[in-house]
């Protein structure tokens, strides 16, 4: 794996460090690629990162590393850093990560930095500000080859060796008109096939797919995907191109997302990086709020019993069961809800035939349930005696109820929830466990009382 | 949503083919891009699908239609077609798509296409179809631009003008000896800014990030997004240069591997197209496999419960916290692996560092166990009255032993996992769930014959 390769040159690089090794680091910096470089930070403390970072010469060294590394990394470093001479790196890295970066500062500092890099660069940056971090306007990159559509293909064959150096990738040529208006994209592998004087105009795919600056980076990252895109254009609210989501952004989207979407399920809030980066205590108060679902779930059941307590007193081998009726319970829920869950992210699922897809759920949740409540049935006679056919139906029914339930309520949560645009991996986590355990146990008691004449 | 628009366009083309207005939808499949008109076939049903993919006139749109499309879907639609037909569809496309589809039919009817297909479409397919198609060889392009090393710009311009017409994603040039071994690359844009008199060679990236056939697609994908990379070039045990895995299908195997992981942890095998595309027969056969541990888990609780029935029979109100003390085990379980799942996912975990690890999880487990605990104390004795402190005792310690073992057990279970090469988020589903119960019960009753003198 290259994640331990990282690895070993991190301990590689301590050892240098604390030997005061310069020269040697100074050679590992030159040759090694800057994402790695990036990745070898995690693995070094505080202060072996400042001493790291302290030996990075170039001001474009440490732009393109910036770039990479991860935010609080970035922060951390720049704390103890003059103000000048932070704003001297902003400058030279792009302006979409530069704003991303702004945005976790105070208002006052990130100011501050802004006013100190020329105009230009802050100008980008500032734009940039203005939208949403997790919109196409957030993530875009200003930074785009736009061309009139009247330009020829020696002419952008010029205008790409003057002016368009620093792009970062530049596969796409976009067209506009004399207003800015997006007309059309050539890519790059075109433009070297064509004879020069060809006008580009007359051979761009006019039938372009843009997206809108307020456009949710997860459909832009769909949208990506589903065309096979490289990059794709971003126009305001005027129709104007304004920049471009790269390829290498969307992919850290869709990793985000999913990152997400399996965090929230588990109930662990929403933070991608979760693990090893946090201290002990930061991870506790992280997963403390998200259990108290489940505790007040699990008083709420407490009274549900205590409820059946003359039941149970009589019977009290009926306390055995408990266990495997909500349990059965709730891991029909999670793999329902993680179905719906995963259906809603891809798409598959019209959120329009609500009542057909929670159906579906609801007779499967049935099936499953009458399966298994009848081997819990056979099981409890075989335990008991044929005498206790009695315990063996409320086994049974109490079966096909919890896991219908469990079913039906852990597809129709999400799905409401996507309905009212509230995120429906939050409501998969402890909520739906919570809420079917509660049921689960309230119907086996009541079934247990009716059927047994208690 | 653009999956919406999808949707629409798939009701007006089920009401033309109703209609029979071929006119109309000739026109459409000329106008609407390919990864649309794909989309668009998941809403049809088998018949609608057949109609439509009769409309297609050209065998080039065929092939990119297939190319898009599901391969259920592809499959259900050649088997009607004669075999003559299919392989002429096949020859146009990229051959890693084809042996992706061959690699579904049966081997017998795969050899008769290939027989039907020219010499050379079928010799890549061939080769394709004996890697592993979970490995950098089972997903690359075999068609990608590599050029000997002394080649000058303006060779390759007019290379890139004959042979190179259609490769798919031509953005890097690939330089190799004499002997085929690769030597560097070029990007596309540094092709078109360079004097054409000068050799590749000489501006060409020296230190070229390459992956093995048999590596891991999961790999590949993690270093494709590293790097920022659109493409990664595949060498064979040779060193020889043998194909190239693109960006689009790093991109698939991202939401791939992320939709296999949440699936997997919910306990639903690792199946991608999940909902939607099964009936419901196949949904509940698919999760009656793994429900079955939770079941016997269950049954297994019922004994340890049964075990303690003098307990519970003398008091009986120690059953309506059973669902409490279980159900805080199983949500810190949950929230447990899914951290670790996580973290082995993204790298961030040093699988070297497991004892350490582990002891952090534990740590973390018995003080949330410790704060729930008392809360639950405390609420008992709220409930009960103080001179039930005793009862309060075994409550709080019930609740510490059963989020320690739940947090120590979800953390080592897929670590062990991990290191012994079977996948974790096996293990984060019904297992751990099922586990952590069975243990959670037990102590919870042994705790309270102890302290409670029963």
Same mark, same amino acid.
């Given at each position: ?84 001479? =932070? ?34 660069? #802050? ?17 875009? =990159? ?14 952008? =064959?010029?205008?790409?060796?003057? !002016? ?106 929403? #933070?991608?990086? *979760?693990? !090893? ?27 549900? =019993? ?10 009290? *081998? ?26 809603? @992210? ?30 819990? #049935? ?19 029914? @109490? ?20 309905? *009212? ?18 049921? #689960? ?14």
């Amino acid at each position: 794996m290259f994640v331990d390769r990282t690895r070993l040159l991190s301990k590689n690089i301590k050892k240098l460090l604390r030997r005061g090794a310069t020269d040697n680091l100074h050679n590992i910096i030159n040759k090694t690629h800057t994402a790695d470089l990036a990745g070898i930070f995690q693995f070094l403390s505080l202060s072996e990162q400042k001493a790291f970072f302290n030996l990075f010469d170039k001001v474009e060294q440490k732009a393109m590393l910036f770039s990479e590394l991860e935010h609080e990394i970035v922060l951390s470093l720049i704390e103890a850093e003059p103000a000048e001479k =932070v704003a001297e790196i902003l400058e030279r890295m792009p302006g979409d990560d530069v704003a991303d970066l702004l945005g976790k500062i105070s208002d006052v500092r990130a100011k501050a930095l802004l006013d100190l890099m020329t105009k230009e660069g #802050s100008k980008d940056v500032e734009e940039l500000l203005g939208y949403d971090p997790k919109t196409a306007g957030g993530i875009m =990159v200003v930074d785009f080859i736009a061309l009139n559509q009247e330009t020829t293909a020696k002419e952008a =064959v010029e205008a790409l060796q003057k !002016e368009y150096i620093d792009i970062e990738m530049p596969f796409y040529l976009y067209l506009v008109d004399d207003y800015g208006y997006l007309q059309g994209v050539v890519s790059l592998r075109q433009l070297v096939v064509i004879p020069p004087a060809t006008k580009l105009k007359s051979i761009m795919d006019a039938d372009v797919v843009s997206v809108r600056t307020h456009t949710d980076q997860e459909e832009v990252a769909q949208i990506a995907a589903h065309y096979n895109f490289l990059a794709v254009p971003v126009i305001d609210e005027h129709n104007k191109l304004v920049g471009i989501v790269t390829i290498d952004d969307v992919i850290d989207i869709i990793h985000e997302e999913a990152t997400e979407d399996i965090l929230k399920m588990a109930g662990l809030g929403g #933070s991608v990086k *979760y693990i !090893e980066t946090q201290t002990i205590f930061k991870s506790i108060r992280k997963r403390l709020p998200w259990l108290l679902a489940s505790w007040i779930g699990g008083v709420i059941a407490c009274y549900v =019993v205590a409820h059946f307590e003359q039941s149970l007193n009589k019977l009290v *081998y009926l306390a055995a069961f408990m266990p495997i009726i909500m349990g059965m319970g709730g891991n029909v829920g999670t793999q329902t809800s993680a179905s719906i869950m995963r259906g809603l @992210a891809t798409g598959r699922i019209d959120i329009n035939q609500i009542w057909r897809i929670i159906l579906r759920e609801l007779a499967i949740g049935f099936c499953l349930g009458f399966v298994y409540g009848a081997m819990l #049935s056979l099981f409890a006679q075989f335990k008991y005696g044929f005498e206790m056919w009695e315990l063996g139906m409320v086994l049974g029914f @109490a079966m096909i109820c919890s896991m219908t339930l469990a079913a039906t309520l852990a597809s129709s949560i999400p799905l409401v929830f996507h309905r *009212y645009r509230i995120d429906p991996a939050v409501a998969t986590g402890p909520f739906v466990t919570t809420f079917t355990d509660i049921l #689960s146990v309230f119907f086996y008691f009541k079934i247990a009382t009716l059927l047994l004449h208690i």
